[in-house]
C-alpha cells in the first residue's frame, strides 16, 4: 500500500470526526475523548504485550503525544457542543495554515515568506466569513455560540504545533501511538470525575463511541504515521487540505442543512489560504501534516 494510500484512508477517516462528534454533543466531552481514546489504543496492545519496546519513548515524546491527542480533541468536542457544527468544524480546520505559519517559531532554519502572511489573512477572512455566517439574527443565545468558536481555534493551534514539534523529537515507532492515546484517555476520565457530571449513556451512544474510538481517534492515527514514515511529508501534506472539505460536506449531508453562501465561501477560503500556504513554503519542505 503506498504512502498516498495511506494518506487518504486517514483523510477518509478524520472527515467523519465532526458529525460523529456532532452527534455525541449530548456526552460530557472529558467522558467522551476518553473512552475514544482509549478504544482508539486498543489496536496497539497486542504490539505491546510481544514486545514493550513498542511503546518505548521518552517522557518529552509521551507528553507531546497527551498534549496534541487529549489537547486537540477535547477542544474540538467543546467547540462542536457550543457552536454550529459546520462553521466550528471550517475554524478546526486552520490547522494545515497554522502549520506553515507557524513553522519558523517552532522549527530551526524555516523562514516566512510573504505569500505566508497573504494565505494567512485569507484563511483568516474565512474563518471570520464562518463565523458571522452562523448566525443572522440578534438572538441573546447568539453571544453565547460564538464563544464556542475560541475552543475550535484552540484546537488547530494544538493540532499544529504538536504536528509541528513531532519533527523535534527523536523518531518513535508507529505503535507508540496507542501508549499516547492510551494515557490521553485514562487522564481526561479523570477529569471527567472530577470535573462532569455523570452521565449515562444508551446503547447509541455506545455504538457511536466504539466508531469514534477505532475511527477518527484510533485508526486514522495509525494509518497517518504510516504515510508519513513511507512518502514525503511535503506531498502527503498538501493531501490534509481534502479534510476540511470532505468533512464539511459529510455534515451536510448528515444534518440535511443546505449549502449557503457562507459556509461555501469559507471553506473555498480557508482551503485555497492552506494551499497557498503550502505552495508559499517552496523548498523549504518542513510544514508537516498531522
Known amino acids: 500500500m503506498s504512502s498516498t494510500l495511506y494518506a487518504l484512508t486517514a483523510i477518509a477517516i478524520w472527515a467523519t470526526l465532526a458529525s460523529l462528534g456532532s452527534a455525541l454533543s449530548h456526552v460530557p ?97 474565512g474563518a471570520a466569513v464562518a463565523i458571522l455566517g452562523a448566525r443572522s439574527g440578534t438572538a441573546p443565545s447568539a453571544v453565547t455560540e460564538y464563544w464556542g468558536f475560541v475552543p475550535a ?3 488547530a493551534l494544538i493540532w499544529a504545533s504538536y504536528s509541528l514539534w513531532t519533527k523535534r523529537v527523536a523518531a518513535f515507532p508507529t505503535s507508540a501511538i496507542g501508549l499516547f492515546g492510551l494515557v490521553s484517555g485514562a487522564l481526561a476520565l479523570v477529569c471527567h470525575a472530577l ?27 495509525f494509518v497517518w504515521d504510516m504515510a508519513l514514515k513511507r512518502g514525503d511529508a511535503r506531498q502527503i501534506g498538501i ?8 468533512s464539511t460536506a459529510l455534515l451536510l449531508l448528515v444534518t440535511g442543512r443546505p449549502l449557503t453562501w457562507s459556509i461555501a465561501l469559507a471553506a473555498a477560503l480557508i482551503i485555497a489560504a492552506a494551499l497557498m500556504g503550502s505552495r508559499a513554503s517552496g523548498r523549504a519542505g518542513r ?3 498531522a
Open 29 to 125: 466531552p472529558f467522558l467522551l475523548t476518553g473512552l475514544a481514546l482509549i478504544i482508539g489504543s486498543m489496536p496497539s496492545w497486542p504490539l505491546v504485550l510481544r514486545d514493550r519496546a513498542a511503546w518505548k519513548v521518552p517522557k518529552t515524546t509521551l507528553a507531546l503525544g497527551i498534549y496534541g491527542l487529549f489537547g486537540f480533541h477535547f477542544l474540538l468536542f467543546i467547540a462542536l457542543r457550543h457552536a454550529p457544527t459546520i462553521e466550528a468544524n471550517l475554524v478546526n480546520y486552520l490547522w494545515p495554515l497554522f502549520m506553515v505559519v507557524l513553522a519558523p517559531l517552532l522549527l530551526p532554519g524555516v523562514s516566512l515568506r510573504p505569500l505566508h502572511i497573504v494565505a494567512a489573512l485569507l484563511g483568516f477572512v
Open 153 to 155: 481555534l484552540g484546537s
Open 195 to 221: 470535573l462532569e457530571p455523570s452521565a449515562t449513556l444508551v446503547g447509541k451512544d455506545w455504538m457511536l463511541i466504539v466508531l469514534c474510538g477505532l475511527g477518527p481517534l484510533g485508526a486514522a492515527f
Open 239 to 246: 493531501l490534509s487540505y481534502l479534510t476540511p472539505l470532505a
Open 287 to 289: 510544514a508537516p501534516a
